[in-house]
């Protein structure tokens, strides 16, 4: 089961050293009361899921910064790299105790052995570029407009300030692959380009049911404790072309158009 620990003194004083202002959100004003049941527990859901994921980012970008060191790629780059990590256990922090506001976890069965990306290629070079692809430039480029989403029809104000503080970390997070890019695209052979943009392909179709699978009707959609809506969805299918697959098309990562077509239907 997901479970978090927090030891607290000084290694908890060194993170809000490094990013304060979080105990300035507008903590403890939420009265649940104003919401029916079964948005809360959708609330609930949502935001226990927003945690794992923030977590997963932070192993992402933790097994990035360890490929970038092993293929020898830029200083500022690989520390950028690694600065996000820190960056994404702070919106572990912000997003659980968001949750205990909202009631509480509900229970994610995973296994956290399991929680890095894999890796399939042999060359340094190419397992960074994998993880810098499946985890910047797709995975991050479609939680950007996702949350501003989020942000827009949340109306709860600590909701919507925890969400504020987490988009304001979010755009470097989407570009750092493309800065890899930079430097490693012109030392990739045409044969490992095509791979990642078969990869990348297949990562966006992962996320495709987020805005291919038919809206729920029934499903109650806490809007005001920060949920999706059509607008959202459409959003998220502008950026696979607009985000993912025309910059990556500059570093010779062509991602098959007409798959791309039907993954941004
Ligand atoms: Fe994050
Ligand atoms: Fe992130």
Known sequence: MFELEWRGGATAARLHKRRPGGDALPWGT???????????????????????????????????????LECGAPIDLVAAAADIVVDEMFHVELSSRLTM?????VPIAFD?????????ASR?????AEIAIVTSCVSESLSVPAMARSRTLADEPLVRAVLERLLA????????????????ADRLTDAERAQLAALAADTIAVYAP??????????????????????????????????????????????????????AA
């Open 101 to 105: 506001e909202l009631g509480g976890a």
């Open 210 to 263: 987020l805005w291919q699978d038919a809206p729920c009707d029934s499903c109650p959609l806490p809007r005001g404790l920060g949920g999706h809506d059509e607008v959202g969805r459409a959003a998220l299918r502008r950026a696979v072309e607009a985000s993912i697959a025309t910059p990556l098309a500059r570093y010779g990562i062509v991602l098959d158009p007409a798959r791309v077509a039907a993954l």
């Open 124 to 128: 340094p070079i190419v397992r960074a």
């Open 112 to 120: 956290l052995a399991d929680i890095s990306p894999r890796r399939t």
């Open 30 to 68: 939420i009265d649940l009361a104003r919401y029916p049941d079964a948005h809360a527990i959708e609330a609930r859901k949502i935001w226990s899921n927003g945690v794992f994921t923030e977590y997963a980012s932070a192993a992402a970008f933790s097994a990035l910064t360890t490929a970038l």
């Open 169 to 184: 970390d979010e755009g470097p997070h989407a570009r750092l692959g493309f800065w890899f890019l930079d430097w490693a």
